[in-house]
DNA sequence: AGCTATCTTGAATAAACATTCAAAATAAAG
DNA sequence: CTTTATTTTGAATGTTTATTCAAGATAGCT
């Protein structure tokens, strides 16, 4: 018997940015091989395919921005102290223009879920994770007094996703920071009204 | 002399629903011989390359949206109503799953604007002009007392245009057409007070 | 230490790719 | 009708692509 010579998280977080970098159909094989330092026949003993490996890190990518959600709202004092943090980090990875930063998820969603069923499966089911986080957000924030008003928790989470996903789409076309903040800014007002 | 024989409209809406299908990386020239009935030799002759025939088809897009995007403000008796209507569009449009129905200029930005910078320039003035556009929409609107409130036109404009960026890519994943319209309707409520 | 199952290596492969080009066709001008 | 400038044609080009595979290396078990 043998164990594998390469860590599993370190070669997938080297994929997830070469994919960010060029988006997957424009990253080869040998990118891939010069980003990730394994040999193409180690990663198709690894990962079956390039496929396969973009599934992988869409899987380690979303393991490590949940853990990322988590701590901002846990470094927070309450809910809506969370929110304002979280869309701050994302105002900041909008404005950052480094592709590294950017999100894989909506990347791949708008590049390849489309054409390939099981790419959406896995997207989708991460879209429906985010959504539950967010919404669970929001019920503590009613229960703490610091947001009001009619709207349910799953409704406001709908609409901060929505918000999200423009404003990092948006920020391509248009850079400027305090307009990128601006837009924020607003969103949160409405989503918290 | 001699004139092209192709109708250059035609060939554009050809290329464009070959880009809006595969994506512009995944559409290879073949598809695009196959999309448009012409060889490569003419592609080559009338738009010099691949990149070419994408920069020419975002343009013609571009037009096409813009007329439909006016007739639909021109059909309705306020600007309040211009924006129902309009939202009623998007929605249909997210709905409806036909990739040909999907936003060129909105997959472009997500898929070549960060490492293609003549496109980066050219969807970037596109969002400027969508957003000019709005912005005319919401003075109007003021100007006819049908929403009030303390939000520039350009602001609302800015999250009205975030607002549907995000209705797209949420769109899919979450492919449920009561919660598409639910958020859409939303929007509209923000983006009017 | 020796065995064996598994991983690593990297050259080889075949398909797909964007692009070129010279020959044939043809529209407009004279 | 002839000339001329331009387009069309489609096979050829050379590159890049994802993937395979047999040979070599090595970790863990006995």
Not at 31 to 36: P, S, V
Not at 153 to 158: D, G, I, K, L, S
Not at 173 to 178: F, R
Request: net charge negative.
């Amino acid at each position: 018997m043998r164990s594998a010579e390469f860590d599993r998280e370190v070669v997938l977080r080297a994929a997830m940015n070469a994919f960010m970098e060029k988006g997957y159909n424009k990253t080869s094989m040998q990118d891939l091989k010069l980003a990730t330092g394994l040999h193409p026949g180690s990663i198709y003993c690894a990962f079956e395919n390039k496929k396969g490996l973009l599934l992988a890190s869409l899987e380690q990518y979303n393991l490590d921005r949940s853990e990322e959600l988590k701590s901002i709202f846990n470094g927070q004092s309450d809910a809506l102290s969370g929110l304002r943090a979280y869309l701050d980090s994302i105002v900041s990875e909008c404005v950052s223009g480094d592709p590294t930063q950017s999100c894989l998820s909506q990347k791949a969603i708008n590049e390849i879920a489309q054409t390939d069923e099981q790419a959406q499966a896995v997207l989708s089911q991460q879209c429906v994770m985010w959504q539950g986080f967010m919404k669970e957000v929001f019920s503590q924030a009613s229960q703490q007094g610091v947001i009001t008003g009619p709207r349910s928790p799953q409704q406001r989470a709908q609409s901060l996703i929505v918000g999200i996903y423009g404003l990092r789409t948006f920020s391509q076309a248009q850079k400027d920071p305090d307009v990128i903040s601006g837009i924020a800014n607003q969103l949160l007002i409405d989503v918290c009204r």
